[in-house]
């Protein structure tokens, strides 16, 4: 349906990881836990000393570093929680950039872009700049700019960290909703209540993976 | 990432600190500017000196003592019509006249109060075909004058106008007063010629002296001598006048029983002595004025320096969503360049205006050269690359894990 590949992690704390498509995982620790080591790791923006890390049916171990930023660009989608859109860009063109790395033409680009906007419900503020939205609004752009290129999983870290309570449940709404569409969402909280909102509730601690649950049925 | 999309977000980056930029292109701007005013100065003057020597003529000759100074004009060496004599029927030769010229004497002008120096130029019978002036009125000075010693004259049309107060017709057969300290002598007007450079002279009323053209005769009479201030001639073949040159040192020494007494320049020559003084000039001080372009491109490396380093964060997020290390080191590239490339187009604009001004201000023309402008066009971008490379390389080797945690 959605895609055929896996994601399987062997991390270095004896840690095995295996995110099936179309999940949504929340992993949970507290700070030096390992969790961001781990998100790197999974976004391709760093590797594992020893063991493998396969995406998508890659093994992103052995893929060399000059391969990862295409991988980074079509297969992982981030959010993260300070946003990091680019100030000087509007929502249209911060949602745009991952295309333009990707090589798309202008067109698509433009249909692509529009269309990712409209799924996060911000079509009325294409034009405006990251300083002219609410932190939700801000969030919501970041998440369009994450699916656009169509990814085999959102990395999202912390992603309610920055937002007040009305905020982080409208942006766990959009990644319910954008996981019963068919994205494997990979999400990093501290957040009990925000955890919950998931299927599957990973927990670290240093270093090692201690517990793994699945959320039945979920809280909404 | 497409060049295009690469240069819009360039200029956005670029345009959105303005004074940053400003300040930054400013060292590209006065070096290229100053490249640009110094060349069109250089090209301008070479220009007006090959005017001069268009109007001289091609392939003209003068054949002088090695060092014509006054005390060798009395030795037994000086050239005198014997020379001329020996040289006139030398192949290769199209026009040869034997000249005599001072400057001591002067002439009466309308108002007889008024008087003005005299260039006085004693000529041969080809002179005429050798200068090649255009006749206004009546006749040039020819064998027959010169036979006959007779006191004519052939005056320019500004001279006519300052001793008669015009110009025409009627001027040819009436006389004019040259004075030297013995007194004044009237001399018949044959023929008035055209002035080419009338018009720079009237702005300097009697700064120039009046150029009058008589027989050889008559003006060796007239001071009193029986030598030559040289001997002017024009060669058949103006593509080599050095072995004609060459020929007539030759014949002049073994005459005089002297050894390399004699000088045989040709325009040509001369032209290309004085190009080469001013092409030297300004390769110079555009040497000169190139150091502040380098000086320029340290400042821009300066600045991009500031700017990766600003811009941690957004590398990091470009990294992050999929720019290899080559598109970000290739935006900062595309940064510098349009930095130094409006520096530089600028840096053209205002050189033009300074090249004018200066030419305006020295009473110089000034020509901006399409080569000048695309090199200056050329150099500003490649600084743009030299002193770009270095810090778009800092900034496409950034982690992006360190530079997305950067504050």
Same mark, same amino acid.
């Given at each position: 349906?959605?895609?055929?590949?896996v994601?399987?992690v062997?991390?270095?704390?004896?840690?095995?990881?295996?995110?099936?498509?179309?999940?949504?995982?929340?992993?949970?620790?507290?700070?030096?836990?390992?969790?961001?080591?781990m998100?790197?790791?999974l976004?391709?923006?760093?590797?594992?000393?020893?063991?493998s890390?396969?995406?998508?049916?890659?093994d992103?171990?052995?893929?060399p &570093?000059?391969?990862?930023?295409?991988?980074?660009?079509?297969?992982?989608?981030?959010?993260?929680?300070?946003?990091?859109?680019?100030p000087?860009?509007?929502?249209?063109?911060?949602?745009?950039?991952?295309?333009?790395?990707?090589?798309?033409?202008?067109?698509?680009?433009r249909?692509?872009?529009?269309?990712?906007?409209?799924r996060?419900?911000?079509?009325?503020?294409?034009?405006?700049?990251?300083?002219?939205?609410?932190?939700? !609004?801000r969030? $919501?752009?970041?998440?369009?700019?994450?699916?656009?290129?169509?990814?085999?999983?959102?990395?999202?870290?912390?992603?309610?960290g920055?937002?007040?309570?009305k905020?982080?449940?409208?942006?766990?709404?959009?990644?319910?909703?954008?996981?019963?569409e068919?994205?494997?969402?990979?999400?990093?909280?501290?957040?009990?209540?925000?955890?919950s909102?998931?299927?599957?509730?990973?927990?670290?601690?240093?270093?090692?993976?201690?517990? &793994?649950?699945?959320?039945?049925?979920?809280?909404? | 990432?497409?060049?295009g999309?690469?240069?819009?977000?360039?200029?956005?980056?670029?345009?959105?600190?303005?004074? $940053?930029?400003f300040?930054?292109?400013? *060292?590209?701007?006065?070096?290229?500017?100053?490249v640009?005013?110094?060349?069109?100065?250089?090209?301008?003057?070479?220009?007006?000196?090959?005017?001069?020597?268009d109007?001289?003529?091609?392939?003209?000759?003068?054949?002088s003592?090695?060092?014509?100074?006054?005390?060798?004009?009395?030795?037994?060496?000086?050239?005198?019509?014997?020379?001329?004599?020996?040289?006139?029927?030398?192949?290769?030769?199209?026009?040869?006249?034997?000249?005599?010229?001072?400057?001591?004497?002067?002439?009466?002008?309308?108002?007889p109060?008024?008087?003005?120096?005299? !260039?006085?130029?004693?000529v041969?019978?080809?002179?005429? &075909?050798?200068?090649?002036?255009?006749?206004?009125?009546?006749e040039?000075?020819?064998?027959?004058?010169?036979d006959?010693?007779?006191?004519?004259?052939?005056?320019?049309?500004?001279?006519?106008?300052k001793?008669?107060?015009?110009?025409?017709?009627?001027v040819?057969?009436? !006389?004019?007063?040259i004075?030297?300290?013995?007194?004044?002598?009237?001399?018949?007007?044959?023929?008035?010629?055209?002035?080419?450079?009338?018009?720079?002279?009237?702005q300097?009323?009697?700064?120039?002296?009046?150029?009058?053209?008589?027989?050889?005769?008559t003006?060796?009479?007239?001071?009193?001598?029986?030598?030559?201030?040289?001997?002017?001639?024009?060669?058949?073949?103006?593509?080599?006048? &050095?072995a004609?040159?060459? $020929?007539?040192?030759?014949?002049?020494?073994?005459f005089?029983?002297?050894?390399?007494?004699?000088?045989?320049?040709?325009?040509?020559? !001369?032209?290309?002595?004085m190009?080469?003084?001013?092409?030297?000039?300004?390769?110079?001080?555009?040497?000169?004025?190139?150091?502040?372009?380098?000086? *320029?491109?340290? *400042?821009?490396?300066n600045?991009?320096?500031?700017?990766?380093?600003?811009r941690t964060?957004?590398?990091g997020?470009?990294?992050s969503?999929?720019?290899r290390?080559?598109?970000?080191?290739?935006q900062?590239v595309v940064?510098?360049?349009?930095?130094?490339?409006?520096?530089?187009?600028?840096?053209?604009?205002?050189?033009?205006?300074?090249?004018?001004?200066?030419?305006?201000?020295?009473?110089?023309?000034?020509?901006?050269?399409?080569?000048?402008?695309?090199?200056?066009?050329?150099?500003?971008s490649?600084?743009?690359?030299?002193?770009?490379?270095?810090?778009?390389?800092?900034?496409?080797?950034?982690?992006p894990?360190?530079a997305?945690?950067?504050e």
């Amino acid at each position: 349906m959605y895609r055929q590949g896996v994601l399987e992690v062997e991390a270095l704390a004896e840690v095995d990881l295996w995110v099936k498509p179309g999940e949504f995982v929340s992993i949970m620790g507290s700070s030096g836990s390992g969790k961001s080591t781990m998100m790197n790791i999974l976004g391709c923006l760093d590797k594992p000393t020893s063991g493998s890390y396969i995406l998508d049916g890659i093994d992103i171990s052995k893929t060399p &570093d000059s391969k990862l930023s295409a991988i980074r660009n079509k297969k992982i989608g981030f959010v993260f929680q300070s946003f990091n859109l680019l100030p000087k860009l509007n929502a249209f063109e911060n949602v745009e950039l991952p295309m333009i790395y990707a090589g798309i033409s202008k067109t698509e680009r433009r249909k692509r872009a529009l269309e990712a906007l409209e799924r996060v419900g911000l079509s009325d503020r294409i034009k405006h700049k990251p300083n002219e939205m609410s932190g939700g !609004q801000r969030q $919501r752009v970041a998440i369009a700019r994450a699916l656009v290129n169509d990814p085999a999983v959102i990395l999202a870290d912390e992603p309610t960290g920055n937002l007040d309570s009305k905020s982080t449940f409208e942006i766990i709404d959009i990644f319910r909703q954008l996981n019963d569409e068919g994205a494997t969402i990979v999400m990093v909280t501290h957040e009990p209540d925000v955890a919950s909102c998931t299927k599957r509730i990973v927990t670290f601690k240093d270093g090692r993976k201690i517990n &793994d649950e699945t959320v039945m049925g979920g809280n909404n | 990432m497409h060049l295009g999309e690469n240069i819009k977000s360039a200029l956005k980056n670029v345009l959105s600190n303005k004074m $940053r930029t400003f300040l930054t292109m400013l *060292g590209i701007i006065i070096g290229i500017a100053s490249v640009i005013a110094i060349t069109s100065i250089g090209n301008g003057s070479q220009k007006e000196i090959e005017d001069r020597f268009d109007d001289l003529g091609v392939g003209r000759m003068t054949v002088s003592m090695r060092s014509n100074s006054p005390r060798n004009m009395y030795t037994s060496d000086a050239l005198t019509l014997d020379d001329y004599e020996l040289l006139k029927d030398v192949r290769g030769i199209k026009y040869i006249s034997p000249t005599y010229q001072a400057n001591y004497y002067s002439v009466k002008l309308l108002d007889p109060k008024e008087t003005n120096t005299a !260039q006085i130029t004693g000529v041969g019978a080809d002179y005429y &075909d050798i200068m090649a002036p255009d006749i206004l009125y009546g006749e040039y000075i020819n064998q027959e004058n010169i036979d006959n010693k007779s006191k004519t004259v052939v005056i320019t049309d500004t001279t006519a106008q300052k001793v008669f107060g015009y110009c025409d017709e009627s001027v040819v057969g009436q !006389q004019i007063s040259i004075k030297s300290w013995k007194g004044s002598q009237k001399f018949t007007v044959e023929g008035i010629v055209e002035n080419p450079n009338a018009e720079s002279e009237m702005q300097y009323e009697n700064e120039y002296p009046e150029s009058i053209v008589m027989p050889i005769s008559t003006a060796q009479r007239l001071f009193g001598q029986k030598t030559l201030t040289n001997i002017t001639l024009v060669a058949e073949d103006p593509d080599n006048t &050095d072995a004609l040159g060459e $020929r007539i040192v030759a014949m002049l020494d073994n005459f005089h029983n002297t050894s390399e007494k004699y000088t045989c320049e040709s325009t040509t020559e !001369q032209l290309e002595a004085m190009n080469e003084v001013t092409g030297t000039v300004t390769l110079l001080i555009s040497g000169v004025a190139a150091i502040s372009l380098i000086v *320029g491109g340290i *400042g821009v490396m300066n600045i991009m320096m500031v700017t990766v380093t600003e811009r941690t964060r957004e590398i990091g997020i470009r990294k992050s969503i999929g720019a290899r290390n080559s598109d970000i080191m290739f935006q900062f590239v595309v940064e510098a360049i349009i930095l130094t490339f409006m520096g530089g187009l600028l840096g053209i604009v205002f050189g033009w205006l300074a090249g004018l001004a200066a030419g305006a201000i020295l009473g110089m023309e000034s020509v901006v050269s399409v080569n000048s402008i695309i090199l200056a066009v050329a150099i500003s971008s490649a600084i743009g690359i030299i002193f770009g490379v270095y810090p778009a390389e800092k900034a496409a080797r950034l982690d992006p894990i360190e530079a997305l945690r950067y504050e």
